[in-house]
């Protein structure tokens, strides 16, 4: 079966990373007249009708070049220009959430564009000031690097690994097998999804999986094996996702993560997603993947 998440990524660019710093070549690129830039207002973009908007490198506005790579014969970029206070009908401006309606059917080829685009838009937010010494940061290698004024140390961007896990008990593929659900409080009744959290520092992914599992629902679990990934920058996360196998599925759960926890079959997650008391993830997400790589395939329903 294909696999929802795999559609965001399905058609990567070449980032072209080795010719960030060759000035000529991206003076040279930008003028092509095939270049496409994405307007990005500190971390927002503005669709235009269509959908999302990329404009000839010439119209595009002065801002942080951002160079994304090649595709299809043309040179993609980001701007960075200041954020809403500047801009006009801000209320137009939209984060990456808001934007991955604008990512679907056709369109979904520009998600790799749009989330390295966004992804390096939030990293340039959060990151004004050097770390070591407080000083200024200049951004430089057609803006994947930040550098301090002051004392010359170099930032990089990050990805935060998070991990997010479909845990099942019982004989796998018999009609009694069953996943496990969790719903966080701020959620409407009936929506539901796997459970996930990030890393921390000096741990495993495998352990990730077992603590947070633990953590938040007291399900012990053993055997944890690979599923897949996906990059999520809201706003700078990789999801790392897994299958695991429960030891004890025992529930004494964590209100302040999860507020309901449901061990479903195959049979009960499909008759509520049908009668929509169980609501699912968004097709786009490796959590839609994860469930339905269980269930053997497509359900009805999501976010």
Not at 183 to 193: K, T
């Amino acid at each position: 079966m294909t696999l929802p998440h795999l559609a965001l990524v399905a058609d990567p660019h070449d980032r072209r990373g080795l010719l960030r710093t060759d000035e000529a070549w991206l003076e040279e690129r930008w003028a092509e007249e095939s270049s496409r830039a994405l307007v990005i207002a500190g971390t927002r973009v503005r669709p235009g009708e269509d959908g999302l908007e990329w404009v000839p490198t010439r119209e595009a506005p002065d801002g942080v070049r951002l160079l994304l790579g090649e595709r299809d014969g043309s040179t993609w970029w980001g701007v960075i220009v200041p954020s809403l206070a500047t801009q006009s009908d801000p209320e137009r401006w939209l984060p990456l959430r808001g934007l991955l309606p604008f990512l679907s059917g056709d369109s979904v080829r520009q998600a790799p564009l749009v989330f390295h685009a966004l992804g390096l838009a939030e990293w340039h937010w959060a990151h004004k000031h050097c770390p070591r010494c407080g000083g200024q940061l200049r951004a430089r290698a057609a803006g994947h690097e930040l550098v301090c004024v002051d004392c010359a140390k170099p930032q990089f961007p990050r990805s935060d690994p998070a991990v997010i896990m479909l845990i099942t008990a019982g004989d796998p593929g018999s009609d009694d097998e069953r996943a496990l659900l969790g719903r966080h409080p701020a959620w409407p009744e009936g929506r539901f999804s796997t459970l996930a959290g990030f890393c921390e520092p000096g741990e495993t992914l495998e352990d990730a999986v077992r603590r947070e599992v633990a953590e938040e629902t007291g399900v012990l679990v053993g055997e944890v094996t690979y599923f897949g990934n996906q990059p999520w920058p809201l706003p700078s996360s990789l999801m790392v996702g897994f299958h695991g196998c429960a030891v004890d599925e025992t529930l004494t759960l964590d209100d302040a993560e999860v507020e309901e926890a449901r061990w479903l079959t195959r049979a009960e997650m499909r008759a509520g997603a049908e009668d929509r008391s169980l609501v699912l993830p968004g097709g786009v997400s490796i959590s839609r993947s994860l469930i339905e790589a269980w269930y053997g395939g497509p359900l009805p329903g999501s976010w």
